[in-house]
């Protein structure tokens, strides 16, 4: 405890004010602050700043909205259903939000992993030439496991991207937003087909060549829609 | 007397200009300044025309006049420029603008619109427009040109190029070496016949290519549901790999020497080979036809 002519420590104020202070000392400093105005002008100004946070009201509507978009990101960066032997695995997003723009944006960090997953395997099997039947190399393929790890650092990379991309949302003009989402419609359902037939034949390289270009489109596509504003 | 070196500045400036073929038809000078060889420039134009055009001097000369509601900002100095139009207040309807600037052969440009129509002849840099048309042409050291949903039509000789569109059509021709241009519905036509190292792609749109590969060169056509045509000389030589999930390949040129087959692919030689040419598509037909 402070000497009687000095102030009270702000720890003193602190628990005076929301009345945690040990009762064997809160006797002395109150007896302080009855011949401080100081000090008693700063617990009460403490006590008052308690009660409004106290007293105020639930968050604005605003707030509410932004929360199914932050928990959607959150529960994207979570799931990551890499089931083992299955080339194709890539971490999932969810189908659709409300947002078509939103949902587009939360797409590319995939979009960008898959760019990784599906690229990078391709490259290796270009060498040799294109080929139709996937299913003829499968001895071949390169194991996809490989790239996992490489994948989880460009999403992170892309990550960075897309939160950069959302906060340029509010200024992006209106008929670039529409422009973007029509678009981000017609490569999201090129990469759906895609990923449908590949979960059908999981090592066919012209299906991941075409899914690693359907995915760069739509990186492509949201850089674009950044520049719009 | 004194002599106002701003003004006499500018008159030379005028001067040539007017010598190289420009007037004041472009419209009133908005302005004028010695500027380097390679210097930067920043230009933004919301809506009406811009031109860009390459000179051989060390000087920039803007003609024009802004839009309705907009005014003209020029500033900067000798290494770096920023000029455009800019509304007065607020978010107004877009003005139309006329603008026409002459700059350094070798300049470097950041070209930013929203719906204005952009041209330039010999200049590089960055193009971008939301909906605008864009067409560019001359020789440049790079391009990359962007938009939403314009136009692309890119008549250039340069090294380095990439472009990117929406639903508008973009046109490729000139001389351009190493190439990656796409779109996600708009038609991709490609006449450019000196592409050493090509991507061309496309989500939904047609893709047509009328040309003969460049020895040595290695160019990829990618489409999602787009078709994909190849129309060639007869005197091609090339090595085409055409792969098709479940789009139809139709072999149109009787000379070809399939090397493999299979019913969604199809490996061809022309000639000697000696260029790599390869289409894939998921639901687009590949057609290849002798023109």
């Keep these: 405890m402070t000497a009687p002519s000095q102030h009270l420590t702000e720890e003193e104020r602190q628990t005076l004010a929301d009345g945690t202070m040990d009762p064997a000392r809160s006797g002395t400093a109150a007896a302080h602050t009855r011949v401080c105005v100081d000090c008693a002008t700063d617990i009460a100004?403490?006590?008052?700043?308690?009660?409004?946070?106290?007293?105020?009201?639930?968050?604005?509507?605003?707030?509410?909205?932004?929360?199914?978009?932050?928990?959607?990101?959150?529960?994207?960066?979570?799931?990551?259903?890499?089931?083992?032997?299955?080339?194709?695995?890539?971490?999932?997003?969810?189908?659709?939000?409300?947002?078509?723009?939103?949902?587009?944006?939360?797409?590319?960090?995939?979009?960008?992993?898959?760019?990784?997953?599906?690229?990078?395997?391709?490259?290796?099997?270009?060498?040799?030439?294109?080929?139709?039947?996937?299913?003829?190399?499968?001895?071949?393929?390169?194991?996809?496991?490989?790239?996992?790890?490489?994948?989880?650092?460009?999403?992170?990379?892309?990550?960075?991207?897309?939160?950069?991309l959302e906060l340029q949302r509010a200024v992006i003009r209106p008929e670039a937003a529409r422009l973007l989402e029509r678009d981000l419609r017609s490569v999201d359902v090129a990469i759906a087909?895609?990923?449908?037939?590949?979960?059908?034949?999981?090592n066919n390289p012209t299906l991941r060549q075409l899914l690693a270009s359907s995915y760069r489109q739509k990186i492509d596509l949201l850089r674009r829609a950044g520049n719009a504003g | 007397m004194r002599v106002d070196w701003r003004t006499l500045a500018l008159l030379l400036v005028v001067a040539a200009a007017e010598a190289r073929g420009q007037s004041?038809?472009?419209?009133?000078?908005?302005?004028?300044?010695?500027?380097?060889?390679?210097?930067?420039?920043?230009?933004?134009?919301?809506?009406?025309?811009?031109?860009?055009?390459?000179?051989?001097?060390?000087?920039?000369?803007?003609?024009?006049?802004?839009?309705?509601?907009?005014?003209?900002?020029?500033?900067?100095?000798?290494?770096?420029?920023?000029?455009?139009?800019?509304?007065?207040?607020?978010?107004?309807?877009?003005?139309?603008?006329?603008?026409?600037?002459?700059?350094?052969r070798r300049s470097t440009v950041s070209v930013k619109s929203v719906a204005a129509a952009v041209e330039s002849a010999g200049v590089s840099g960055w193009f971008y427009s939301v909906s605008g048309a864009i067409h560019l042409s001359g020789r440049a050291t790079s391009i990359e040109a962007e938009s939403m949903n314009g136009s692309l039509d890119l008549d250039v000789s340069t090294p380095w190029l990439r472009a990117r569109t929406g639903d508008g059509r973009l046109l490729l021709r000139g001389a351009p070496e190493d190439v990656d241009v796409s779109t996600i519905s708009g038609t991709l036509d490609v006449t450019a016949t000196t592409v050493r190292r090509g991507q061309f792609g496309s989500v939904s749109g047609d893709i047509r290519y009328a040309g003969s590969p460049v020895a040595g060169?290695?160019?990829?056509?990618?489409?999602?549901?787009?078709?994909?045509?190849?129309?060639?000389?007869?005197?091609?030589?090339?090595?085409?790999?055409?792969?098709?999930?479940?789009?139809?390949?139709?072999?149109?040129?009787?000379?070809?020497?399939?090397?493999?087959?299979?019913?969604?692919?199809?490996?061809?030689?022309?000639?000697?080979?000696?260029?790599?040419?390869?289409?894939?598509?998921?639901?687009?037909?590949?057609?290849?036809?002798?023109?």
């Design chain 2, 24 to 104: 004041s038809a472009d419209g009133p000078v908005l302005g004028a300044r010695a500027l380097r060889q390679g210097a930067s420039l920043k230009i933004w134009v919301d809506g009406g025309r811009l031109r860009l055009i390459a000179w051989d001097r060390d000087s920039i000369l803007v003609r024009g006049h802004a839009g309705r509601g907009e005014r003209f900002v020029f500033g900067g100095d000798s290494n770096g420029m920023k000029f455009g139009t800019e509304a007065r207040a607020g978010n107004g309807p877009i003005g139309r603008s006329e603008i026409a600037a002459w700059i350094p």
């Design chain 1, 45 to 164: 100004r403490i006590r008052m700043l308690m009660a409004r946070t106290r007293d105020a009201s639930a968050p604005p509507e605003a707030l509410d909205e932004l929360w199914p978009a932050i928990r959607s990101r959150l529960d994207a960066r979570k799931v990551v259903s890499i089931a083992a032997g299955v080339p194709d695995a890539a971490p999932v997003v969810p189908r659709r939000t409300r947002h078509a723009f939103r949902a587009g944006l939360l797409g590319a960090a995939a979009a960008a992993a898959a760019v990784v997953i599906t690229f990078l395997p391709i490259r290796e099997r270009n060498r040799a030439g294109d080929d139709a039947g996937g299913r003829q190399r499968q001895d071949k393929t390169p194991p996809f496991v490989a790239v996992v790890d490489s994948a989880r650092s460009y999403e992170a990379e892309a990550r960075s991207l897309l939160d950069r």
């Design chain 1, 193 to 202: 087909e895609l990923k449908d037939a590949i979960a059908r034949d999981p």
């Design chain 2, 217 to 291: 060169g290695i160019v990829e056509f990618s489409s999602h549901s787009g078709n994909v045509e190849l129309i060639l000389p007869s005197d091609a030589s090339a090595e085409f790999a055409l792969t098709s999930i479940s789009g139809s390949i139709e072999n149109g040129v009787t000379r070809a020497q399939p090397i493999a087959a299979s019913p969604r692919s199809l490996r061809l030689m022309l000639g000697r080979g000696g260029s790599q040419v390869t289409v894939r598509t998921f639901k687009g037909a590949i057609r290849l036809r002798v023109r």
